[in-house]
């Protein structure tokens, strides 16, 4: 299975992701992510197997979202479905791999794809999968209501056939060399021809939807699970929107596990020898960005982009902003996932970034900015200091989180402005927000850029294609609009004891969980 | 002026008053960037398909038909559907209202009993250490945000003396009922507030009262003074009393949210914020109306009692 080399892609950033994030600022609402394979047996450090464990998770699962894969968005909902429904491919630890896929092979112009399905899955209602199965799931994510449809638009849905009990054959409407990353990775949970009310959802996954009271989802364990039964009985997921009360309920003992933590409350129980904080590295995080859109004035002219990006001190950011719960970003996604560029740091470089702003005429800039995730504010403020040394007077135009996003049409209009990205493999965040017409697309690339990028996303070969985007990551670092400056990290803490919590793509996997011996 | 034509003035007012509540917050949802179409399809909509889910949920029409339409399934108790769940909005709220209205409901049972005997004593004593020192505490306990109040209820009770649960979370099937020591927090929180706001207005009454010409003749005729206060002085000042816990009433069932986040109670707060990220105004504008008739049923009870106590307002005009 180590063999799929492969970009994941999170989700698109939807809308309910950024106004939730907005409302609530909890920095982990950054995108959704993909069940790992079902490796079989605990792999939690030799612990005992849980009978229940309580999940303090942001944003309560609602009755029209429990359980419905068109209609998950954020926070506990993605939990839920992710424990109750298996995906096709999945991105784990930093790599695709298949899970109810056995093999996913392209023509040899890449427009058309076929998949082979794993052999004795059964869904929780006993029947076995099949081809037909998945081109039904396959139909209803890509068609509206379902609120993932954008990423099977490449997909040409009506002629997706089942070749055999086991085999599916996708055509798409374009030749796409990135089909498995861009759309198996990103979204792909099956469900049972015929299956219509999701508030029975039925899946294949490693636990059953058994109970949806108030704010708290009760998910039982699937006995007969393929990938080996799990090791907690009983997961309660419980919304509590607010992240000092999750940091709160788990000291008093009422839930085991707060999803989302602040950074002021990680580093409050560092010492805490009853909790532990976990920490979900560069591949879990935020991107943090102060964007400038290329098509407009400044930032049209490269000295310019180039001169805020040597002017910043990215490790004051992180550590000030972020307080130290983050790592420094080189300008581009991407960091710890497949495919990124590694690309050298970018040091801080004061007189550079003088000589540029002085020869392009720069004295003053505006950045739009808001706590569109925790710190970003005091990192906006920080930034004018930082800018100031390099001779430019950084004015704050300040907005409230949920008017932030409020008209997503014009995002792509002001020339500077605070942004926060998942981080995801960074040919899928290319491919996703940076094409032409993307909300997202608050860089404005370029039209020869895009050509690029198009020509990348086509390229069937693996190894040309990874090199393709390798290319187009390099001239976003040389030239690109972001000043990416740090990814914020996913922050969780435990009861001791606790372990083998898997954070895949940003969603937290209890199905191998074990507790204190 | 009778009494009837003094009720019917007061529910003609109340009326008035929803009405142009249910402008106000129609008008509000009218003028938000957004709409739940573009919200339920997310950014990568294209234009016709904001336009074909506009026209499903009906927002495609002009105002004031649809203004209408809302007024009177209103009047039927019917707010409309969630455009994210399809749900009717009553059905929708009920849950969620009955936990406020649950939280509302104990508070005051606290509050009001409390801020009497308080403001009572105070006004009685009026200057008198005691009165000084439940005026500080008062004020104290006015001016220190709820969030602040609630974060060291937390600290104290769940964290330093973990006697009481952090969060209110309801059993599995269950309401606050089933766990009352979840409602012990919360309550408190908003106790304090409440209580301290309103002993205050009480005191004053109280004061009032005591200086009117028929609570003096009362105490100049000898009587004693438990009579005094019981049938003389808290008869005048219950009108003002009336009408401040009609307003500690509504500003608790305005103002429970920041209770309900710290606590994670499983009130109004968090269909708001779900209904505020999904710009669902049918849920919004409900919710809304719903608070709306509340308080204003709130007042018209005030009212009654003032014009149940007060026999100038039963007679006058006859």
Known sequence: MGDARFYDRRAVLRLGLLTGAAVVGAPLLAGCGDDAEPAGGPSGGGGASVPSLKIGAPHAVTDSEAGNPLATSIGATLIVMRHVYDSLMVLDNGEYKYQL?????????ATEWTIKLRSGVTFHDGRPLRAADVV???????????????????????????????TVRVPLLAPRGDFKEAVLVVFSPIFPEGLTDFTKPI????????????????????????????????????????????????????????????????????????????????????????????????????????????????????????????????????????????????????????????????????????????????????????????????????????????????????????????????????????????????????????????????TPDDKAREAAFRALQEEFYAEGGDLLWGFQEQLDAGRKGIEGVRMVQSVQLFDRVTGPA | MTGLRFLVRRLGAAVATLFV??????????????????????????????????????????????????????????????????????????????????????????????AMGLGLVSGLRRDGRLDRTLSAVAVVAVSIPQFVV???????????????????????????????????????????????????????????????????????????????????????AVPPCAQTFAWLLSGLFGGTAVVEVVFNYPGLSQTLVAAVRNHDTAVLEGVGLLLAAIIVVAFVLADVVVMAVDPRLRVAGR
């Open chain 1, 101 to 109: 896929a056995e093999s996913v092979e392209p023509n040899a112009d």
């Open chain 1, 136 to 166: 039904h799931s396959l139909r209803a994510l890509g068609t509206k209501p379902s609120n993932r449809a954008s990423v099977y638009a490449l997909v040409d849905l009506p002629k997706i056939t089942a070749v055999d009990d086991l």
């Open chain 1, 203 to 458: 899946g294949s996954g490693p636990y059953t939807l058994a109970e949806r009271s108030g704010t708290t989802t009760r998910l039982v364990a699937n006995e007969q699970y393929w990938g080996g039964r799990p090791t907690v009985d009983e997961l309660h997921v419980v919304g509590i929107l607010d992240a000092g009360a999750r940091l709160s309920a788990l000291k008093a003992g009422q839930v085991d596990y707060a999803i989302g933590i602040s950074a002021t409350g990680a580093r409050t129980e560092a010492a805490n020898s009853e909790l532990v904080v976990h920490r979900g590295g560069p591949a879990n995080a935020n991107a943090l960005s102060f964007a400038m859109n290329q098509k407009l004035k400044p930032f049209d002219d490269p000295r310019v982009r180039q001169a805020v990006r040597l002017a910043a001190d990215r490790q004051a950011l992180v550590d000030n902003a972020l307080l130290g719960y983050g790592t420094t970003a080189d300008d581009v996604v991407g960091m710890k996932l497949p495919g990124y560029a590694d690309l050298p740091p970018r040091a801080r470089d004061l007189d550079q970034a003088r000589r540029l702003f002085a020869e392009a005429g720069v004295t003053a800039l505006t950045l739009r900015t808001g706590e569109i995730v925790p710190g970003m504010l005091n990192a906006s403020r920080l930034l004018a200091q930082q800018l100031k040394e390099a001779g430019v007077e950084l004015t704050l135009e300040e907005l409230s989180p949920d008017a932030y996003y409020a008209d997503l049409m014009t995002l792509a209009t002001h020339p500077f402005q605070a942004f926060y990205y998942s981080n995801r493999p960074a040919a899928v965040h290319l491919s996703a927000v940076t094409h032409a017409k993307a909300p997202f697309n608050v860089t404005g690339t370029s039209e020869a850029y895009q050509g690029k990028l198009a020509a990348a996303q086509a």
């Open chain 2, 21 to 114: 509540v249910a402008v106000v917050l129609f008008a509000g949802s009218e003028v938000l960037p957004g709409d739940a179409a573009s919200a339920s399809l997310g950014p990568d909509a294209t234009l016709e398909e904001v336009e074909q889910r506009r026209a499903e949920l009906g927002v495609d029409r002009p105002w004031p038909g649809r203004f209408v339409e809302w007024i009177a399934g209103a009047i039927r108790l019917d707010l409309g559907v969630s455009s994210v769940s399809g749900q009717p909005v009553v059905d929708l709220v009920a849950a969620p209202l009955a936990a406020t209205g649950l939280l509302v409901a104990v508070t005051a049972a606290v509050s009001v009993p409390l």
């Open chain 2, 150 to 236: 609630a974060g060291l209820l937390v600290l104290v009770f769940a964290d330093l003396l973990p006697v009481l649960p952090a969060i209110s979370l309801p059993p599995l099937g269950g309401t606050a009922l089933d766990r009352p020591e979840i409602l012990v927090l919360p309550v408190t929180a908003l106790t304090l507030f409440g209580a301290a706001w309103a002993s205050r207005i009480v005191r004053a009454a109280v004061i009032d009262a005591d200086a009117t010409p028929h609570v003096e003749a009362a105490r100049l005729a000898g009587l004693p003074e438990r009579v005094v206060v019981w049938r003389h002085l808290l008869p005048a």
